[in-house]
């Protein structure tokens, strides 16, 4: 290459694909397509099955090198981790090869993704068919360095890549060639009469297009400017390999650059000295043939045919893919991901406690170095491998948290630590809370139960006798509006009963008096049906209003009152009191971090220790408890009525398991979780160990709250509407009834207030049929 840069004539390459070749020079040209341009097609596989680890294999040689810090790249950008990379020498004896392939057994991933020449990828896959590396579970992806050479293989190495898939550049079909293999073959028998007629290769397609261009670049330019300039270096000195430097050279570059048409493998079409991106085609070797599953292409991802319409949006869906055949004959897509085959299970750790174990209880059997475990969380987890879309082999391992004299041999934090170590534990199970500080070290699943932090305290018993408790039953506002019904009604029945009945016609301090006891008012000769009605509606109204207060107020009177013996956690921090929560957890480094002293923080390892310390208070135990949700749930139903929950419920992560960190079976198993938790196999702790109704928490006996104006307002309304409705029908009975009266008012001129008081007066009137109506109305308006 540098020698085309000293000679200024541009150097074609159809053959050299390593992206690192493409900087170096100006007058480089290279008419092949970079290995740069395929490494998000194989991403786009990789995401398409939701593989998470994958690993690469490829050679040491620049060819090799070249292509790796892209497809590391690309598979990053789709949430890929590349767990290992293999290098193999290019003179790799076939021991080099087997150790790579047994350390790659022991792995969990098995997805390979190999770049490699021809004759050691075909050794490669040979030793790998032997020691069983092309059977179900693993997942082959070779680049187009492969692929495309792949008609050139023999028999055995085509055997070995039964299943493998492999990308190389898409050739567009053209009626051209169909004929150009015979013409291609014809040319090769000139050449060399030995050479067996074989398939076109991508790399001959490119061969034949760089030389049109070159034709082509040439032909514009003539041959006027073909002679060449010496350098000026001596023949006899120290450099007797001189070149000139050639005019046309720097023509003949531009003119290859500009050049465009549409070549046997497609446009030839060069940007900064590359052959610009095309769609790459998606293989799966099946039988001695390549099979197209798809292909896939910069603006429209993965897809079965060429896309057409400009509309169709980015997909990576593994629909889009035609039916694939992998290793082992299987139509069924690996996982990526297998337990090593060195025999061991996973290793899922189970905390051995004293207390605090009723969701996980481990027990150890005696004379032997096995364990029962039991619980709800065990039972979680056995649901859990068993919904996996594949079988997990794995066992219960012991970790201690209290030696054997009864001190504290472990906490949750380091439990957690010992997982990401994987040197005991593959996995880890039990009441282990999601944390920021713990997600570090290890991955957490989908959380199977809830989270948070509360509070309990002890509940002191208020039996003081308030000598207002008779008001409290009802609001304000509802005894104002009980009063003013009460006297609105008495006022409406009597307007009603001074028409018709005789007994109503007292003095006003008699009828005062008829309004105040009118509720216990026999009813005797009251006739008019106007006046029933309102008595109905309102005696349904008091009727409804009187059993709701006295049973609001037998409640106040029988009920005892609780309270909790402090009921605000800011109120702990200030006055110093002494707090407790469960040992080996992460709630002193949580408590410190809501405010309170070290000092002041008291841990336990059972229920019975903090209901011994709650119940000794200030002398010598703990004024609050904190823990979890679940764990203070089953406190409380454990101890019924002695405690209760207050202030906030902080938030946090809720129960989960953990794994080491870039584990795929994570994943999976949260999907689990998510599937068990939609179809009800998992029930939320806090019902699985609720405690009866009777022990449901001290809320059911609290005080029961005043009945308010909002539960009557409709029934006041309607009695109000009732009320007013019959005294409208009243006073229309009545206008119509003195309408001779109401006339001879109106025919005297006086003033307004003059003629209302005539009218007040003249209903009051005790006898109005003793009296001539024109003569009674003259003297009235006089008097006035």
């Given at each position: 290459m540098d020698l085309g840069d000293r000679?200024?004539?541009?150097?074609?390459?159809?053959?050299?694909?390593?992206?690192?070749l493409i900087p170096r020079t100006r007058y480089f040209v290279q008419t092949a397509q970079s290995d740069a341009d395929q490494v998000k097609a194989i991403a786009s596989i990789v995401m398409a099955f939701s593989w998470n680890q994958v690993v690469i294999i490829y050679e040491d040689?620049?060819?090799?090198?070249?292509?790796?810090?892209?497809?590391?790249?690309?598979?990053?950008?789709?949430?890929?981790?590349?767990?290992?990379?293999?290098?193999?020498?290019?003179s790799a004896t076939d021991d080099f090869i087997c150790k790579e392939l047994y350390k790659m057994m022991t792995m969990q991933t098995r997805v390979f993704v190999v770049h490699m020449s021809q004759h050691l990828g075909a050794r490669l896959f040979l030793k790998s068919k032997e020691l069983g590396m092309m059977s179900n579970g693993y997942a082959w992806i070779v680049t187009s360095g492969l692929t495309d050479l792949f008609s050139l293989m023999d028999v055995d190495v085509v055997e070995a890549m039964q299943g493998v898939l492999g990308v190389k550049p898409l050739i567009p079909k053209r009626k051209e060639l169909d004929t150009f293999p015979n013409i291609w073959n014809a040319m090769s028998l000139q050449v060399d009469g030995s050479i067996k007629p074989t398939e076109v290769s991508i790399f001959g397609l490119w061969a034949y297009d760089t030389l049109w261009a070159l034709a082509m670049a040439a032909e514009r330019i003539g041959n006027k400017h073909l002679k060449a300039t010496k350098n000026g270096v001596d023949s006899n000195s120290e450099f007797p390999f001189s070149l000139g430097i050639s005019k046309a050279g720097p023509k003949?570059?531009?003119?290859?650059?500009?050049?465009?048409?549409?070549?046997?493998?497609?446009?030839?079409?060069?940007?900064?000295?590359?052959?610009?991106?095309?769609?790459?085609?998606i293989v799966n070797i099946v039988g001695k043939r390549e099979r197209l599953v798809g292909i896939w292409s910069p603006s429209y991802g993965i897809?079965?045919?060429?896309?057409?319409?400009?509309?169709?949006?980015?997909?990576?869906?593994?629909e889009n893919f035609r039916i694939i055949i992998w290793p082992g004959n299987s139509v069924i897509a690996p996982k990526g991901w297998e337990f090593p085959v060195n025999g061991k299970k996973l290793r899922v750790g189970v905390s051995e406690k004293s207390g605090f174990n009723e969701f996980l209880k481990v027990v150890r059997v005696p004379q032997s170095n096995a364990i029962n475990v039991s619980g709800y969380f065990k039972e979680v987890f056995d649901s859990v491998m068993e919904a996996l879309p594949y079988s997990v082999p794995y066992e219960y391992v012991l970790y201690p948290f209290e030696n054997s004299d009864g001190s504290s041999a472990g906490s949750y934090d380091n439990f957690v630590y010992q997982v990401s170590l994987q040197e005991k534990y593959d996995a880890a199970l039990g009441d282990i809370t999601i944390t920021a500080n713990r997600s570090i070290y290890v991955d957490f699943t989908f959380p199977y139960a809830e989270g948070g932090v509360a509070s309990v305290v002890p509940i002191k018993y208020d039996d003081r006798n308030d000598k207002w408790t008779f008001l409290q039953p009802l609001t304000k506002e509802l005894w104002l509006m009980s009063a003013t019904f009460y006297i609105f009604t008495g006022l409406s029945i009597w307007i009603l009963g001074r028409r018709?009945?005789?007994?109503?016609?007292?003095?006003?301090?008699?009828?005062a008096g008829m309004i105040c006891c009118f509720p216990f008012f026999p009813g005797q000769g009251i006739e008019g049906n106007l006046i029933c009605l309102v008595l109905v509606t309102w005696a349904f109204v008091a009727n409804l209003l009187i059993s709701t207060y006295t049973a609001s107020l037998s409640s106040r009177l029988t009920v005892q009152r609780l309270q909790p013996a402090v009921t605000d956690v800011m109120k702990l921090i200030r006055s110093g009191d002494y707090i407790g929560c469960q040992e080996g957890s992460f709630l002193v480094d949580f408590l410190k971090g809501l405010g309170f002293e070290e000092s002041k923080i008291r841990t336990y390892k059972s229920t019975h220790d903090c209901d011994e310390a709650l119940t000794n208070g200030n002398n010598g135990g703990i004024s609050a408890y904190f823990d979890v949700l679940p764990h203070i749930n089953l406190f409380l139903s454990e101890f019924c009525g002695k405690y209760m929950i207050v202030g906030p419920t902080y938030r946090t992560g809720g129960f989960a398991f953990a794994f080491p960190k870039g584990l795929p079976l994570v994943a999976d198993v949260s999907r689990a979780i998510i599937q068990l938790t939609e179809n009800g196999t998992i029930v939320d702790i806090?019902?699985?160990?609720?405690?009866?109704?009777?022990?449901?928490?001290?809320?059911?006996?609290?005080?029961?709250?005043?009945?308010?104006l909002q539960s009557f307002q409709v029934l006041f309304a309607i009695t109000g509407c009732v009320t007013i409705a019959c005294l409208l029908v009243s006073l229309i009975i009545y206008l119509y009834k003195n309408r001779g009266f109401l006339q001879g008012v109106s025919n005297f001129n006086v003033s307004i207030w003059s003629r209302i008081h005539?009218?007040?007066?003249?209903?009051?009137?005790?006898?109005?049929?003793?009296?001539?109506?024109?003569?009674h109305t003259k003297n009235q308006i006089q008097k006035t």
């Open positions: 000679a200024s004539v541009p150097i074609l390459s159809f053959s050299a694909t390593s992206p690192s040689t620049e060819y090799g090198n070249g292509i790796i810090s892209y497809l590391s790249n690309a598979l990053q950008d789709v949430n890929a981790r590349v767990s290992n990379r293999s290098v193999f020498p290019k003949l570059l531009k003119e290859i650059l500009r050049t465009r048409f549409q070549g046997r493998a497609g446009v030839f079409h060069l940007a900064d000295g590359e052959l610009v991106q095309t769609p790459y085609q897809s079965k045919e060429v896309i057409l319409n400009v509309t169709t949006s980015y997909s990576t869906s593994k018709i009945e005789t007994s109503c016609r007292d003095s006003a301090g008699q009828h806090g019902q699985m160990n609720s405690s009866n109704p009777a022990c449901a928490g001290p809320e059911s006996a609290i005080t029961p709250n005043s009945m308010t005539a009218l007040c007066r003249y209903f009051v009137k005790i006898d109005l049929s003793s009296r001539s109506k024109a003569g």
